[in-house]
């Protein structure tokens, strides 16, 4: 499935784009569109997905229709330091 992905530094600059692109795919009834997906951007910008089909596209050719999803970036648990070899830590004094 066709994906528009747009991507930007600046989040409004990033949703103006994305209203005039909804509008001009919403006014062609020959094609349907995702609600769109807000995904994390790593400088604090924007990134948004949104998939474009044409109706019973691959039904007419005889394929299966899948789906995608894209999972959203979060961050990772924080690693844990593991001492390797040397001596242990002291123990308090009991």
Do not use: C, F, K, Y
């Not at 094609?31 to 807000?38: A, E, F, G, V």
């Not at 999803?69 to 001492?83: A, F, H, L, T, Y």
């Amino acid at each position: 499935m066709p994906q528009l992905r747009l991507m930007g530094d600046d989040p409004d600059h990033v949703e103006q784009v994305l209203a005039l692109l909804l509008d001009l795919i919403d006014a062609d009834p020959r094609l349907n569109i995702s609600d769109p997906t807000r995904l994390s951007h790593r400088s604090g910008g924007a990134r948004i997905v949104v998939d474009i089909s044409v109706p019973n596209w691959r039904a007419r050719r005889g394929e299966p229709i899948r789906g995608h999803v894209e999972r959203s970036d979060e961050r990772p648990p924080p690693r844990r330091r593991v001492r390797r070899g040397g001596t242990p830590p002291a123990l308090p004094p009991a």
